[in-house]
C-alpha cells in the first residue's frame, strides 16, 4: 500500500509556465490514493483552470479565501486542519517571499500560516530570480522553518535561458511527499561531528584549521529532516545550528572526544566530519603570553584520535569517516577505512577547487569496507548529505 493512501495533500498551485505540470502531480497523487484539494492563486489562474483539477482530483477547486464549498465550515481552517501535506508546486519567486515573512494575502497563502501541516515546495523560475539572493536567503529561511524543497533542475526555461529552475520530474516531487509522511531515517540516533577543533596556545592564540562546519551541518540538517534523531557535536563556527538538532559545542579534541563518549551508547551511527586536531601545544600559557625579540617554541603532543576511540569500542554502531587527503586520495582513505574499524569513508581531496574547507561544493568518493567505492562528482554539501544518508540508510536498514 502507498504511503500516500488516505493522506489529506493540499496542492498549492502558483502563476508560473510549469503550472500545467501540477495537473500531472494532482494526478499521480489522487492514483496512489491522496485525497487532493487544489488550491489556485489568481496568477495560477492565468496558466491553468479549476476544470482541469476538479476533473482529475473530483473535489471542489479553492481559488478564494472567502470560498465556504462547505456549510458551517470556515474552509481555510478546516482545510488547514486536516491537511497531512501542503505541497506547492510550482512555487513562483513571490510565493516563496510571502512565505518566508508570512504575508497572508489570499487563499494559499493563508492556509500556509494557518496549517501545522509539512510543507513540501518546489519552486520553478527563471534562472536569475532563483539564484537572486533574496530567493535564496527566502528558501534557507523556509527550511529553517522545517520546510522541504524540491530544488529546481537545470535545463532550458520557457524563457530561453539555460540554467536552474525547471520544476523538478513529478516522480522526484511524489518521492519527496512519501518521505515528507514516513522520513527514512526515522528512529534512527545519530552522532555527527562538524567543524574544527581549537588548541590553546595562551589565552589568546590556538592552533586549528579552515573547517568551517558547512560538511558537517549539511548532514546533521539533511539527516533531522529524513527523520533521524541527531547530536551534532561542534566545535567553533559561525554557522546556526540546524533546526531540531541536539547541540553540543566543545572547542578541544579532548572536549569533542568526551562529548562523543558521553552519547555514544545512545546513538546507533556516527558520521565524523570533524577536522579534528591531530596535535596540541603541551603546554598553555596562563594569560597573553607577552610579544618579545627571543624565538618561541612551542612542544605539540598528539591529541587522541576521536573516530579510532569509538572503532575500539564499535559494538553495534555504524561508522562513518571523512579523509581529508592532499595526496593518494583512495590509498590514504582506505588505511583510515581500516585502522579506525570504519563502515565506510568519504575520501575528500581538500586540494581541488570547489572541494573541502569553507566551500559550498565538495567532491568525494565513497568507500566501503567490503571493497566497494563509488566516485561522486563535484556536488554541493547538502548534495553529498543527501547521498552519504542514503548509504548509511543501506548500512542501517539493510532491508528497507
Ligand atoms: O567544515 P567544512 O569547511 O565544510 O570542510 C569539510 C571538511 C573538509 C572538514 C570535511 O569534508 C572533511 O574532509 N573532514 C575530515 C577532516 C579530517 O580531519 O580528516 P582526517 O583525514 O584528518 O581524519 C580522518 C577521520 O578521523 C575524520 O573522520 C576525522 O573526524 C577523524 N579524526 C581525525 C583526527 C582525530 N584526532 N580524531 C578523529 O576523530
Given at each position: 500500500m502507498s504511503v500516500l493512501e488516505g493522506k489529506h495533500i493540499l496542492l498549492g498551485v502558483t502563476?508560473?509556465?510549469?503550472?500545467?505540470?501540477a495537473a500531472d502531480i494532482a494526478s499521480k497523487l489522487t492514483q496512489a490514493g491522496a485525497e487532493v484539494d487544489v488550491v489556485l492563486t489568481e496568477h495560477a489562474r492565468r496558466f491553468i483552470t479549476e476544470v482541469t483539477f476538479r476533473a482529475i482530483t473530483r473535489r471542489p477547486v479553492l481559488t478564494d479565501?472567502?470560498?465556504?464549498?462547505?456549510?458551517?465550515?470556515i474552509a481555510h481552517i478546516h482545510l488547514a486542519k486536516r491537511a497531512d501535506v501542503l505541497l506547492i508546486?510550482?512555487?513562483?519567486a513571490n510565493v516563496l517571499a510571502k512565505l518566508a515573512v508570512g504575508i497572508a494575502d489570499d487563499l494559499l497563502t493563508t492556509l500556509a500560516l494557518a496549517t501545522q501541516a509539512k510543507m513540501v515546495i518546489a519552486p520553478a523560475m527563471n534562472t536569475a530570480m532563483w539564484q537572486h539572493p533574496a530567493t535564496q536567503h527566502n528558501v534557507k529561511v523556509l527550511e529553517g522553518r522545517g520546510a522541504t524543497f524540491v530544488y529546481p533542475a537545470e535545463g532550458m526555461l520557457a524563457c530561453g535561458d539555460v540554467g536552474a529552475g525547471k520544476l523538478a520530474d513529478t516522480s522526484t516531487i511524489l518521492a519527496t511527499v512519501e518521505a515528507v509522511l514516513?522520513?527514512?531515517?526515522?528512529g534512527v540516533r545519530l552522532l555527527v561531528t562538524a567543524g574544527p577543533t581549537e588548541e590553546p596556545i595562551d589565552a589568546v592564540r590556538h592552533i586549528s584549521n579552515p573547517s568551517s562546519g558547512k560538511m558537517g551541518y549539511a548532514i546533521a540538517e539533511e539527516a533531522a529532516r529524513q527523520g533521524a534523531r541527531v547530536t551534532l557535536v561542534t566545535g567553533p563556527t559561525l554557522l546556526e545550528p540546524p533546526a531540531g538538532v541536539r547541540v553540543i559545542r566543545v572547542r578541544t579534541a579532548q572536549e569533542m572526544l568526551n562529548a562523543c563518549l558521553q552519547v555514544y551508547d545512545e546513538v546507533d551511527v556516527v558520521i565524523a566530519t570533524a577536522a579534528v586536531s591531530d596535535y596540541r601545544p603541551a603546554e598553555v600559557w596562563q594569560g597573553k603570553r607577552k610579544k618579545g625579540e627571543e624565538e618561541w617554541t612551542i612542544r605539540l603532543v598528539p591529541n587522541p584520535d576521536i573516530l579510532h576511540t569509538l572503532g575500539e569500542r564499535k559494538g553495534k554502531h555504524v561508522l562513518v569517516g571523512f579523509a581529508a587527503e592532499t595526496q593518494e586520495l583512495l590509498h590514504n582513505a582506505q588505511a583510515k577505512l581500516r585502522e579506525k574499524n570504519l563502515d565506510m569513508i568519504v575520501a575528500n581531496?581538500?586540494?581541488?577547487?570547489?572541494?573541502?574547507?569553507?566551500?559550498d561544493t565538495n567532491r568525494v568518493t565513497f568507500l566501503w569496507a567490503d571493497g566497494r567505492q563509488e566516485s561522486l562528482p563535484l556536488m554541493t554539501k547538502r548534495e553529498v548529505a543527501h547521498r552519504l544518508l542514503d548509504a548509511v540508510r543501506e548500512l542501517v536498514l539493510p532491508s528497507g
Amino acid at each position: 500500500m502507498s504511503v500516500l493512501e488516505g493522506k489529506h495533500i493540499l496542492l498549492g498551485v502558483t502563476g508560473s509556465i510549469a503550472a500545467y505540470k501540477a495537473a500531472d502531480i494532482a494526478s499521480k497523487l489522487t492514483q496512489a490514493g491522496a485525497e487532493v484539494d487544489v488550491v489556485l492563486t489568481e496568477h495560477a489562474r492565468r496558466f491553468i483552470t479549476e476544470v482541469t483539477f476538479r476533473a482529475i482530483t473530483r473535489r471542489p477547486v479553492l481559488t478564494d479565501l472567502f470560498d465556504e464549498p462547505e456549510e458551517r465550515q470556515i474552509a481555510h481552517i478546516h482545510l488547514a486542519k486536516r491537511a497531512d501535506v501542503l505541497l506547492i508546486a510550482p512555487a513562483t519567486a513571490n510565493v516563496l517571499a510571502k512565505l518566508a515573512v508570512g504575508i497572508a494575502d489570499d487563499l494559499l497563502t493563508t492556509l500556509a500560516l494557518a496549517t501545522q501541516a509539512k510543507m513540501v515546495i518546489a519552486p520553478a523560475m527563471n534562472t536569475a530570480m532563483w539564484q537572486h539572493p533574496a530567493t535564496q536567503h527566502n528558501v534557507k529561511v523556509l527550511e529553517g522553518r522545517g520546510a522541504t524543497f524540491v530544488y529546481p533542475a537545470e535545463g532550458m526555461l520557457a524563457c530561453g535561458d539555460v540554467g536552474a529552475g525547471k520544476l523538478a520530474d513529478t516522480s522526484t516531487i511524489l518521492a519527496t511527499v512519501e518521505a515528507v509522511l514516513n522520513p527514512p531515517l526515522r528512529g534512527v540516533r545519530l552522532l555527527v561531528t562538524a567543524g574544527p577543533t581549537e588548541e590553546p596556545i595562551d589565552a589568546v592564540r590556538h592552533i586549528s584549521n579552515p573547517s568551517s562546519g558547512k560538511m558537517g551541518y549539511a548532514i546533521a540538517e539533511e539527516a533531522a529532516r529524513q527523520g533521524a534523531r541527531v547530536t551534532l557535536v561542534t566545535g567553533p563556527t559561525l554557522l546556526e545550528p540546524p533546526a531540531g538538532v541536539r547541540v553540543i559545542r566543545v572547542r578541544t579534541a579532548q572536549e569533542m572526544l568526551n562529548a562523543c563518549l558521553q552519547v555514544y551508547d545512545e546513538v546507533d551511527v556516527v558520521i565524523a566530519t570533524a577536522a579534528v586536531s591531530d596535535y596540541r601545544p603541551a603546554e598553555v600559557w596562563q594569560g597573553k603570553r607577552k610579544k618579545g625579540e627571543e624565538e618561541w617554541t612551542i612542544r605539540l603532543v598528539p591529541n587522541p584520535d576521536i573516530l579510532h576511540t569509538l572503532g575500539e569500542r564499535k559494538g553495534k554502531h555504524v561508522l562513518v569517516g571523512f579523509a581529508a587527503e592532499t595526496q593518494e586520495l583512495l590509498h590514504n582513505a582506505q588505511a583510515k577505512l581500516r585502522e579506525k574499524n570504519l563502515d565506510m569513508i568519504v575520501a575528500n581531496d581538500v586540494s581541488q577547487e570547489g572541494s573541502g574547507f569553507r566551500s559550498d561544493t565538495n567532491r568525494v568518493t565513497f568507500l566501503w569496507a567490503d571493497g566497494r567505492q563509488e566516485s561522486l562528482p563535484l556536488m554541493t554539501k547538502r548534495e553529498v548529505a543527501h547521498r552519504l544518508l542514503d548509504a548509511v540508510r543501506e548500512l542501517v536498514l539493510p532491508s528497507g
